[in-house]
């Protein structure tokens, strides 16, 4: 999973129908510091996340079709979680 | 996903099983302030109803060939959303 931070969101109207009702978050990188690690991807959102919010995002296929109880879904990014706080041991 | 700019359309002549009829778009990648970023790429439309000039979010991967009907398709990016706006927060880096 990789943590970024909402910057957007995207709206649009012909999509494929997986993507119907489902809301479309833009999220930047951001290494742990919370600064920009460069990149961007758009997910899913599940947890209800907005604009500002650094989130956990999952990247990865297999679990993004479980999150969503489906075989044949075409998402791989996910939204899963909403961070509070990141402690880097030093 | 990411974002992509339609810049043209690719029209082949034979296909494998399974991608006849399947739109191929030829895709510009933007980054996230929405400028052009790395080399085009072609992707199958799924939703049949992109063309030139329209911004579209596109799946890569083994991904992409499940937003196909049939699925069992080898294609690597495939279009999956026309984007009517992206709304990007004030300030955001």
């Given at each position: ?64 079709r479980q999150v969503f ?22 | ?29 933007l980054d996230k302030s ?31 060939a499940l937003a196909l ?25």
């Amino acid at each position: 999973m990789i943590i970024g931070r909402v910057a957007g969101e995207i709206t649009s109207t012909i999509r494929h129908p997986f993507y119907a009702a489902k809301k479309l978050l833009v999220v930047d990188r951001i290494d742990v510091a919370g600064g920009p690690a460069g990149g961007y991807l758009i997910a899913v959102d599940v947890v209800g996340a907005g604009v500002g919010e650094t989130v956990l995002v999952l990247d990865e296929g297999n679990g993004a079709r479980q999150v969503f109880a489906s075989t044949d879904a075409p998402v791989r990014s996910v939204v899963v979680g909403i961070i509070d706080r990141i402690d880097v041991t030093p | 996903m990411l974002l992509g700019r339609v810049i043209g359309v690719v029209v082949p002549a034979v296909v494998y099983e399974g991608l006849i009829g399947t739109p191929m778009l030829l895709v510009q990648p933007l980054d996230k302030s929405g400028q052009p970023s790395g080399r085009s790429l072609v992707a199958a439309d799924a939703t049949r109803m992109a063309g030139p000039g329209e911004l579209v979010c596109y799946e890569g991967g083994r991904e992409a060939a499940l937003a196909l009907d049939p699925w069992f398709v080898p294609v690597d990016h495939t279009i999956v959303g026309i984007v009517d706006a992206f709304h990007r927060e004030e300030g955001a880096q």
